[in-house]
């Protein structure tokens, strides 16, 4: 069982930064990867970046790729998103995920960026 909880969301105006943490349960934490998702008023879910278990490879989408950095800390069994030169598309609700044998979710946590 994975749990996993978010944090750092809030409004932000237009050119901003906001650092979102995801805390996540489980002495296995180390053993995968992790990832960050969105998802804005009236659109699908969509991924934003991961990072592999070790945190030696990163993915990002290509909206945020140069702005947003993921990363994670094994021994607090947190990965972070930090988000810098924020943009109002970037408005959305974040989530954390993680992939162990069943899909896990966090409960998200609310980005606003005002223009």
């Known amino acids: 069982q994975v749990q996993l909880v978010e944090s750092g969301g809030g409004l932000v105006q237009a050119g901003g930064s906001l650092r979102l943490s995801c805390a996540a349960s489980g002495r296995t934490f180390s053993s995968y990867a992790m990832g960050w998702f969105r998802q804005a008023p009236g659109k699908e879910r969509e991924f934003v970046a991961a990072?592999?278990?070790?945190?030696?490879?990163?993915y990002y989408a290509d909206s945020v790729k140069g702005r947003f950095t993921i990363s994670r800390d094994n021994a607090k069994n947190t990965v972070y998103l930090q988000m810098n030169s924020l943009k109002p598309e970037d408005t959305a609700v974040y989530y954390c995920?993680?992939?162990?044998?069943?899909?896990?979710w966090g409960q998200g946590t609310q980005v606003t960026v005002s223009s």
């Open positions: 995920h993680t992939y162990y044998g069943l899909d896990y």
């Open positions: 990072i592999s278990w070790s945190g030696g490879s990163t």
